[in-house]
Structure formats: C-alpha cells, structure tokens
C-alpha cells in the first residue's frame, strides 16, 4: 500500500529556498505521476507541480513558474520539489500525491487525478 512521506518544510524569509522531498514508505515511487499541491489556511487545495512516471513530463502552475521545479531520483525512490526565491504568499502546507498508471487523459492538475496523498509538510514564508 502507497504511503506517502513528504519532509522538509521549515520557515524561510521571503527570497530564500527550500527543497521538499516525497518518499513511498510502502513501495517504490519510481514508476508513478507525482504531483505537488499546497493548501494555505482558509483557501481550497491548489496545484504546484507535477512529474510523469518516467520525469519525460512536467507541470508547473503560473504562479511557480521559473520559481519551483520538480524532478525526480529514482535511485533514491524519491520526488523532490525545488523552491526558490519564496514569497511570503508561498506560505502552505505542501501535499505530495500519487496515482497508479500514467495520467493518460487525466488532467496532472487535479486533485481528483490522483489515488493517494501524504499528510503534508509546512511551509512558512516570512517578509
């Protein structure tokens, strides 16, 4: 059974970096679409980005662009999810999630495209 571990949220100042990673304590991620997603306090859960099985494929949200990037390793069954120069309007808990097979017509920026989620990492941006 999937089981999705998300790590390294932390506080930042606004301009810094963070790198948040998305493990499969169950089995193996290496062969499944990931996607990032985010949810700040009173506000619906949004997409961030996403990664297709074999990484030939990614999604960024407008407002990341050219700020975020997700890439993959599969030497260590790993997702990661590469934030820089943070604003304070970044600030969420950031939500990794997975979905057995390719996303074929599925839309990589829904959150009813994917099958399994983890509980979330914080992250807080501060001006």
């Known amino acids: 059974q999937a089981q999705l571990v998300e790590s390294g949220g932390d506080l930042v100042q606004a301009g810094g970096s963070l790198t948040l990673s998305c493990t499969d304590s169950?089995?193996?991620?290496?062969?499944?679409?990931v996607g990032w997603f985010r949810q700040a306090p009173g506000k619906e859960r949004e997409f961030v980005a996403a990664i297709s099985a074999l990484g030939g494929y990614i999604y960024s949200a407008d407002s990341v662009k050219g700020r975020f990037a997700v890439f993959r390793d599969n030497a260590e069954n790993a997702v990661y999810l590469r934030m820089n120069s943070l604003k304070p309007e970044d600030t969420a808990v950031y939500y990794c999630?997975?979905?057995?097979?390719?996303?074929?017509?599925?839309?990589?920026?829904?959150?009813?495209?994917?099958?399994?989620w983890g509980q979330g990492t914080r992250v807080t941006v501060s001006s």
């Open positions: 169950g089995r193996t991620i290496n062969n499944s679409p």
């Open positions: 999630a997975g979905r057995s097979g390719h996303y074929g017509r599925s839309d990589p920026s829904r959150v009813d495209s994917y099958d399994y």
